[in-house]
């Protein structure tokens, strides 16, 4: 008989955004490169303008504080591309790859840390959103691909 632990499926989805700032420069086929080089399947996607209604609800848990109201006028200065990505613990993976919030502190190797530029730019434009657990990544499908 094998001793081998046996590890249950973990495939998740996760709903990523590419940042107004991500897609002005240009950066949305490397955030995807990389997405698909970790062996990640891309769901879904869509390029747009977001609606004020979209990201109030994305970032609902942020209402309040002092970067809030700047965060959703960035959010919102231009396209982004919203894209359901589909994975083996792909929630804390994608963060992994994300970097931490600030791209000046984010490491090297990561997407904030090797691409993001936020030059005193209360570390609105780091390009990238993941979601933080399953939870998140169910409710944010919810409010970007209602249809999903
Ligand atoms: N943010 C900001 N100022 C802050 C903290 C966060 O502008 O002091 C923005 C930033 O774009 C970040 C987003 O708010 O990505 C959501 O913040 P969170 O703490 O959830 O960071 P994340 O999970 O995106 O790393």
Known sequence: MSTEPT??????????????DGVRR???GAVLARIEAKGYRIVALQQREATQTELSAHYAEHEGKPFY??????MASGPLVAVVVEGERCI????SLAGTTDPTTAAPGTIRGDLGRDWGLKVQQNLVHGSDSPESAAREIGIWFPSL
């Open 7 to 20: 590890t249950a499926s973990t495939t998740e989805r996760s709903l990523v955004l590419v940042k107004p």
């Open 26 to 28: 240009g950066l949305t």
């Open 69 to 74: 109201a700047p965060l959703l006028e960035f």
């Open 92 to 95: 804390e993976g994608f963060r």
